[in-house]
């Protein structure tokens, strides 16, 4: 009986997982066929900023699969060695944690925004002159 219940568990686990994937890559290409050329944001081309995006995240994932390791672990008493689904799961693990890392700099960089804009002093010492 039990037996079952994990087949099913499986089953629903490999249709979410495919279901995600695809709707993944369904919003990918609506969202850079939807990108309209004349888009601007901070001089800088919406279609850019998605490719960017794109290709940031590909390379992080990339990455973090070459640099996972492979070391066997062992799991409920039993080793674990398939080389591939840990560095998937390593993987999966450093990519969320440098996207979690590159968002938290982007909001300190965006929040020292508001400082430098309060202090026009400190941007005219910049320009080399007192005003």
């Known amino acids: 009986m039990e037996v079952f ?3 099913i568990i499986l089953i629903i686990m490999y249709v979410m997982v495919a279901a995600a994937i695809a709707l993944t890559l369904w919003s990918l290409v609506r969202s850079l066929r939807m990108q ?8 800088i081309k ?3 900023i998605a490719w ?10 990339l990455i973090t699969f ?9 799991i409920n008493g039993r080793l ?4 591939l ?3 998937l799961s390593d993987m999966f693990v450093n990519t969320s944690l440098l996207m979690l890392l590159a968002a938290a700099a982007a909001y300190v960089f965006g929040m020292t925004r508001y400082i430098r804009r309060k202090n026009p002093s400190a941007d005219a010492d910049k320009k080399g002159g007192q005003e």
């Open 85 to 87: 689904w840990l560095r």
């Open 46 to 48: 919406t279609s850019k």
């Open 80 to 83: 674990y060695d398939d080389s």
């Open 66 to 74: 070459a640099l996972g390791s492979t070391a066997p672990m062992k």
């Open 36 to 43: 309209s050329s004349d888009g601007i944001i901070n001089n």
């Open 52 to 61: 960017a995006v794109v290709i940031f995240t590909l390379a992080v994932l």
């Open 5 to 7: 219940f994990v087949d």
